[in-house]
Structure formats: structure tokens, C-alpha cells
């Protein structure tokens, strides 16, 4: 089984973009985000998928 490898966002009201319009680090204008709003969906997302390097 091959993982693709994502990345994890967590903000209540945010998306990727809006951070980097502030930030400028141009790793928010990748579209390999999962979005989760709450602490909740991120333990979640943490115990379905695990982490990877």
C-alpha cells in the first residue's frame, strides 16, 4: 500500500492561501493540504492516517 503524503492544516476559519498572503512562505500555495478546523478532526486525521516523515 503506497501513502501520499499530505499536508495538515489546522485552523478554525483559515484556508492554506489566506496564511500565505500574510506569511509569504510559499508551502501554504501547495494544494496537498487536509484541512481540519478543531482539535477534535486533528486526533483524528492523526489516529486514521499516523504520522510520516
Aim: hydrophobic share 35%.
Amino acid at each position: 500500500m503506497e501513502h501520499t503524503k499530505r499536508l495538515l492544516f489546522l485552523d478554525d476559519i483559515r484556508y492554506p492561501i489566506e496564511v500565505y498572503h500574510y506569511t509569504k512562505q510559499d508551502v501554504f500555495l501547495r494544494k496537498d493540504w487536509h484541512i481540519v478546523r478543531n482539535y477534535e478532526q486533528f486526533v483524528n486525521r492523526i489516529f486514521e492516517k499516523g504520522l510520516r516523515k
